[in-house]
C-alpha cells in the first residue's frame, strides 16, 4: 500500500469511531493497539497523581453504601506512586554518568570551522537530560509509544518574506543552513498505523483551521506520515464533516531507516506482531488491590475516629393542636391518622436528652413510672465503634502486597515488618541480586537502544551521508546496594579482622554509592583512596606504625587533614580535577609533607628555645 491508502484506511476507522464506541467496542486500528491502550491505562494509575480511577472502583463492595463510595472518591490518595519513583529510580542506575561513556568522532573540516558539530548541537538540544529524564518515565509507563526524530528548517523566502515554491508546488528549503531534528514523543493511542521498519502514522495533538457550522474553528485533525525516505504533515481543510486533508511535504530524509521507534519493554506476539508490556505491567494487579484496600482502609479508620453514640432514652410525647406524637409520626386527634413527621423529634419516636453544649440531661425519675432512673453501675451514655482486629488485618495485607510488588520488579522492600521467607536468607538474597541485575540489564539495553537511535536519526537528517556515528560504552554492571549496606559490610569486615585491600574495596563501593550524583564528591574521594595508604587501618594501628617507623608522619597527617588540602588545592586551582590522577596525588602528598616540615620546624623551635631559657636562667 503506497501512503495515500494507509491514510485512506485509518481515516475511515476514525469516521467510525463514534460509533464503534458507541456499541461498547473500540476501534481496532492494527493488531494490538486497543490491548496497549489498556496496558498504559492501567499503569497510569499507579505513575501519576491526577483524577480518581473510575474504572478500578466502578464495582462497589456489596455492603459499601453511596455515601461510603462518596468519601472514597473525594478523598482518593495515590499511595503507590513512591512504587513507580522507586522503579525509576533502580532503573535510572543505567543511565549514571560513570557507568557508560559517549566518545564523538572528529566532524569535517568543514561543519568543525562552522561550529556545527554533532556533540555542539546534541549538548546545545539537552539530548542526554531528555534521555535520562523522560524516557525511562515514559517508556515505563508507554512501552508502545514512539520516539520520532522530525527537522525544523530555514525555507527560502521571496522578497516580500513568503516562502518559495518549486515547479513542483514543494517548499524551497535553504541549502545553507542546517537542519535542526527534534525528538517527539507520541503515545501508544496516537498512532494510527505502524508497521515496524515501514511506515508510522500518528495523529498528533495540534488542530487546524477549519469551518465547523458557520464560522471557522480549530478542530481539524492534524496527522503526520513517517516512511524511509519521507515525513508528510497532513491537515484538514475545508468543512469539518467533509474530511478533506492537504498534504505537506516536512522532510526528503533518504535515510532508507524510518525515524520512528517504540519505546519497547517485553515483547508479545499478537496476529504476527510485537506489542510490548512495560515490566511495571506486572506488578499492576497487586498495586490496584493495594489502592482499593487503602481506600476501605482509611473508611473503616473514620468509623472508628468518628464512632456512634448511644444513649437510653424516653419515647416522645410531643402534642400540640394537630396532634400528638407515635412513634416519631404525627397523628391527628380523633381519627388517629398520619398527618406528618414529628417536628419534635424528628422521627426517631424518642426524645433529645442532649443539650445545645453536648451534656447529657438525666431525669432522676421515669415520668410515666416515677421509678428511679440513676441506677447504680448504668450507663447512661457510652460510644460503640468497630472492632479494630479487621483494621489492622487489613493494613497488614496492604504492606504484603505491596512488597509483593516491589519483589515482582526488584525493588527493595518497604520498611515493614513483613518479610518473604526466601529474603531473609543469604542464598536467596544472591539469588535476587543476580536476577534484578538480569531484569535491569535488559531495561538498559533498550535505553542505550533508544539512545542510538535518537542520536543516529539527529545526525542523519542534520548531516547526511557525512554524519560519523559516535562510540556508545553501554554498562557492564549495576550496584544496586544502598550506602547504609555499605557501611554494616564494612563495619563487619573491620570487626572480622578482613585483609585491607578486602576493606579498601568495600569504601571504594561505599564512595561511588554515597556519591554518585556529586561528581566532585566522589573525585574528591576516589583521591584520597588512591593517595592514602593507610586509609583503612584504626588510630590505634596508625600509632604503633608511627612508633616503630613503618608510618611516616606526613603519611599520619594526610590520612587526618586530605579534606582539607583538597580544599584548599581546589581554592588555588578550581580546575584541580581537571589534571591527570598522578599529579593530583603529588599535590595532594606535596601538602602533607610540608604540613608536617612544618610542625618538625615549630617542634624544633620550641625545644631550642627551652633549652636557651635553660642556659641563660
Known amino acids: 500500500m503506497n501512503k495515500e491508502e494507509i491514510f485512506g484506511n485509518v481515516l475511515a476507522m476514525l469516521k467510525s469511531e463514534k460509533a464503534t464506541r458507541a456499541k461498547g467496542k473500540e476501534v481496532e486500528y492494527y493488531p494490538g493497539y486497543t490491548i496497549a491502550k489498556e496496558w498504559r491505562e492501567r499503569i497510569l494509575i499507579h505513575s501519576e497523581a491526577c483524577g480518581f480511577p473510575e474504572h478500578l472502583f466502578r464495582y462497589r463492595s456489596p455492603n459499601m453504601d453511596a455515601k461510603e463510595f462518596q468519601y472514597i472518591k473525594h478523598n482518593f490518595k495515590r499511595v503507590t506512586l513512591p512504587v513507580f519513583t522507586d522503579y525509576l529510580s533502580t532503573i535510572g542506575r543505567a543511565t549514571i554518568d560513570s557507568n557508560w561513556s559517549i566518545t564523538y568522532q572528529e566532524d569535517d573540516a568543514d561543519i568543525k570551522e562552522a561550529g556545527l558539530t554533532l556533540d555542539n548541537y546534541i549538548d546545545e538540544i539537552e539530548l542526554e537530560d531528555y534521555w535520562k529524564n523522560i524516557i525511562p518515565s515514559i517508556k515505563t509507563k508507554d512501552a508502545n509509544g514512539i520516539i520520532a526524530i522530525k527537522s525544523h528548517f530555514e525555507y527560502m523566502l521571496d522578497e516580500t518574506g513568503q516562502p518559495i515554491y518549486d515547479e513542483e508546488g514543494e517548499i524551497v528549503f535553504d541549502d545553507t543552513k542546517l537542519p535542526s531534528p527534534y525528538p517527539f514523543y507520541y503515545p501508544c493511542d496516537k498512532v494510527l498505523a505502524f508497521v515496524r521498519?515501514?511506515?508510522?502514522?500518528?495523529?498528533?495533538?495540534?488542530?487546524?483551521?477549519?469551518?465547523?457550522?458557520?464560522?471557522?474553528?480549530?478542530?481539524?485533525?492534524?496527522?503526520?506520515?513517517?516512511?524511509?525516505?519521507?515525513?508528510?504533515?497532513i491537515v484538514q481543510v475545508g468543512n469539518k464533516v467533509d474530511y478533506q486533508f492537504e498534504w505537506i511535504l516536512l522532510d526528503r530524509h533518504n535515510w532508507g531507516r524510518v525515524p520512528v521507534m517504540q519505546l519497547l519493554g517485553i515483547p508479545n506476539i499478537m496476529e504476527n506482531r510485537i506489542v510490548y508490556q512495560s515490566p511495571f505491567l506486572f506488578a499492576t494487579d497487586i498495586l490496584d488491590m493495594v489502592l482499593l484496600n487503602s481506600s476501605n482502609l482509611q473508611v473503616s479508620i473514620n468509623s472508628c475516629v468518628y464512632p456512634y453514640r448511644v444513649m437510653v432514652g424516653y419515647p416522645c410525647d410531643f402534642e400540640n393542636d394537630n396532634g400528638r406524637c407515635d412513634d416519631g409520626q404525627l397523628r391527628e386527634m380523633g381519627s388517629g391518622n398520619v398527618i406528618g413527621g414529628c417536628p419534635s423529634c424528628g422521627g426517631s419516636g424518642l426524645k433529645d436528652r442532649m443539650s445545645p453544649s453536648g451534656t447529657l440531661l438525666l431525669n432522676p425519675k421515669d415520668p410515666q413510672t416515677g421509678a428511679s432512673t440513676m441506677g447504680a453501675g448504668q450507663n447512661h451514655l457510652y460510644y460503640v465503634s468497630p472492632e479494630t482486629t479487621t483494621l489492622e488485618f487489613l493494613e497488614n495485607k496492604i504492606a504484603v502486597d505491596e512488597n509483593?510488588?516491589?519483589?515482582?520488579?526488584?525493588?527493595?522492600?518497604?520498611?515493614?515488618?513483613?518479610?518473604?521467607?526466601?529474603?531473609?536468607?543469604?542464598?536467596?538474597?544472591?539469588?535476587?541480586?543476580?536476577?534484578?541485575?538480569?531484569?535491569?540489564?535488559?531495561?538498559?539495553?533498550?535505553?542505550?537502544?533508544?539512545?542510538?537511535?535518537?542520536?543516529?536519526?539527529?545526525?542523519?537528517?542534520?548531516?547526511?551521508?557525512?554524519?560519523?556515528?559516535?562510540?556508545?560504552?553501554?554498562?557492564?554492571?549495576?550496584?544496586?546496594?544502598?550506602?547504609?549496606?555499605?557501611?554494616?559490610?564494612?563495619?563487619?569486615?573491620?570487626?572480622?579482622?578482613?585483609?585491607?585491600?578486602?576493606?579498601?574495596?568495600?569504601?571504594?563501593?561505599?564512595?561511588?554509592?554515597?556519591?554518585?550524583?556529586?561528581?566532585?564528591?566522589?573525585?574528591?574521594?576516589?583521591?584520597?583512596?588512591?593517595?592514602?595508604?593507610?586509609?583503612t587501618l584504626s588510630q590505634d594501628a596508625i600509632n604503633v606504625g608511627l612508633s616503630n617507623g613503618t608510618i611516616e608522619k606526613w603519611e599520619s597527617i594526610l590520612h587526618d587533614s586530605s579534606i582539607t588540602f583538597i580544599n584548599e588545592l581546589l581554592n588555588e586551582n578550581p580546575e584541580f580535577f581537571m589534571q591527570e590522577l598522578i599529579i593530583q596525588q603529588e599535590q595532594l602528598e606535596s601538602k602533607a609533607r610540608l604540613r608536617s616540615e612544618q610542625i618538625i620546624k615549630s617542634q624544633a623551635d620550641v625545644t631550642g628555645n627551652l633549652i636557651d631559657n635553660i642556659a641563660n636562667a
Not at 495540534?206 to 525516505?229: A, I, L, P, W
Not at 541480586?433 to 545526525?459: C, H, T, W
Open 197 to 233: 521498519d515501514k511506515y508510522t502514522l500518528v495523529l498528533t495533538e495540534e488542530y487546524s483551521e477549519v469551518m465547523f457550522g458557520n464560522r471557522k474553528e480549530k478542530v481539524g485533525h492534524v496527522f503526520e506520515y513517517y516512511d524511509q525516505n519521507e515525513i508528510w504533515r
Open 404 to 535: 509483593k510488588a516491589r519483589r515482582i520488579i526488584f525493588l527493595q522492600n518497604s520498611n515493614s515488618s513483613v518479610r518473604g521467607a526466601e529474603g531473609d536468607t543469604a542464598l536467596g538474597k544472591a539469588i535476587d541480586e543476580k536476577n534484578k541485575y538480569a531484569f535491569i540489564k535488559g531495561v538498559s539495553d533498550q535505553l542505550f537502544d533508544i539512545l542510538e537511535f535518537m542520536i543516529d536519526a539527529i545526525g542523519w537528517q542534520r548531516y547526511g551521508d557525512k554524519y560519523k556515528a559516535p562510540i556508545i560504552v553501554e554498562p557492564v554492571t549495576f550496584d544496586f546496594k544502598t550506602e547504609e549496606s555499605y557501611m554494616v559490610e564494612l563495619s563487619e569486615a573491620i570487626k572480622n579482622g578482613l585483609p585491607p585491600y578486602v576493606i579498601h574495596l568495600i569504601i571504594y563501593k561505599f564512595v561511588q554509592t554515597y556519591f554518585y550524583s556529586d561528581s566532585q564528591g566522589e573525585q574528591a574521594f576516589k583521591l584520597i583512596l588512591t593517595t592514602d595508604r593507610i586509609v
